[in-house]
């Protein structure tokens, strides 16, 4: 199975702030990967897919980048709304896999 | 709208069998793959099972192969998952997901229903 890990565990920004994720794979994935946006008691939500396509209605200050094993999201200025949890995900090969993710928290 | 809604989840014994339904809504439902995620208690996601469109294709990791069937009724907008010799590890909050246009992404998911696995 390909193994996705994401670093840092967590991160301690404040808003306005560029939060800069990382996600690692054990294989290539090519660009198959995505990004998921998770809040407290809510089901997860498709940020990024195939490594730099947002999703409809996902705005612009969400980025993604990367190819093969190194992938990053980067939310360029964090609004209060963003804090949460974000993890990673590849389809290059089933089963397909997520990483452990990224918690976001307000410093 | 376009919304999927589970049910199905409980309280089982280790050995039980339980079977979730999902229904999906505001979209063509037979022309996307449909999917399983799971989630055990403050840990994170799991992909358990996917079934293609047309039902033809299925998946399964290997942590529930043998034990749980995916199947859908697109007639009925609705996806199945037949859960059986349930363990404790199977706790966890069951998402129903719609795949995305690229298959093995998820651009829907529902709400969840809660799976507990305990004597």
């Known amino acids: 199975d390909i193994v996705l890990t994401q670093s840092p565990a967590t991160l301690s920004l404040s808003p306005g702030e560029r939060a800069t994720l990382s996600c690692r794979a054990s294989?290539?994935?090519?660009?198959?990967l995505a990004w998921y946006q998770q809040k407290p008691g809510q089901a997860p939500r498709l940020l990024i897919y195939?490594?730099?396509n947002r999703a409809t209605g996902i705005p612009a200050r969400f980025s993604g980048s990367g190819s093969g094993t190194d992938f990053t999201l980067t939310i360029s200025s964090l609004e209060p709304e963003d804090f949460a949890l974000y993890y990673c995900q590849q389809r290059r090969n089933w089963p397909w896999t997520f990483g452990q993710g990224t918690m976001v928290e307000s410093k | 709208e376009v919304q999927l809604v589970e049910s199905g989840g409980g309280l089982v014994q280790p050995g039980g069998s339980l079977r979730l339904s999902c229904a999906g809504s505001g979209f063509t439902f037979s022309s996307y793959a449909m999917n399983w995620v799971r989630q055990a208690p403050g840990k994170g996601l799991e992909w358990v099972s996917s079934v293609s469109g047309s039902g033809s294709s299925i998946y399964y990791a290997d942590s529930v192969k043998g034990r749980f069937t995916i199947s859908r009724d697109n007639s009925k907008n609705t996806l199945f998952l037949q859960m059986n010799s349930l363990r404790a590890e199977d706790t966890a909050v069951y998402y129903c997901t719609k795949g995305a246009a690229v298959a093995g992404t998820v651009d829907l998911w529902g709400q969840g229903t809660l799976v507990t696995v305990s004597s």
């Open positions: 294989q290539s994935v090519s660009s198959y």
């Open positions: 195939d490594a730099s």
